[in-house]
Nanobody
Framework: QVQLVESGGGLVQPGGSLTLSCIAS????????MTWYRRPPGKERELVAV????????KYEDFVKGRFTISRDNSKNTVYLQMNDLQVEDTAVYYC????????WGQGTQVTVSS
């Protein structure tokens, strides 16, 4: 049974920071590119960041570039998203997913940026 369990979200003021974690199980985590997606209120899921299997290459969508950092620890089957300088537009439910989108979405973790 493949499981993706996201955590680390919360309420933060504009300019604040959060670190999200996703613990994966049920598949060969270290062989897959991993991604972070997010779903803002009333919108479809959108890609945020990608990291290669060994963590050597990362890619970011323009709206988070320079503020977010994706990383992974294959010994812990965990992918992280460090988020700095958060803005109200970053408010969303954040999800992890292996490249290819073949797994069921987890519950995600809510990030709310508000004063």
């Amino acid at each position: 049974q493949v499981q993706l369990v996201e955590s680390g979200g919360g309420l933060v003021q504009p300019g604040g920071s959060l670190t999200l974690s996703c613990i994966a199980s049920g598949f060969a985590f270290s062989t897959y590119l991993m991604t972070w997606y997010r779903r803002p209120p009333g919108k479809e899921r959108e890609l945020v960041a990608v990291i290669t299997a060994n963590g050597g290459i990362t890619k970011y969508e323009d709206f988070v570039k320079g503020r977010f950092t994706i990383s992974r620890d294959n010994s812990k089957n965990t992918v992280y998203l460090q988020m700095n300088d958060l803005q109200v537009e970053d408010t969303a439910v954040y999800y992890c997913m292996p490249e290819g989108g073949w797994a069921h979405w987890g519950q995600g973790t809510q990030v709310t940026v508000s004063s």
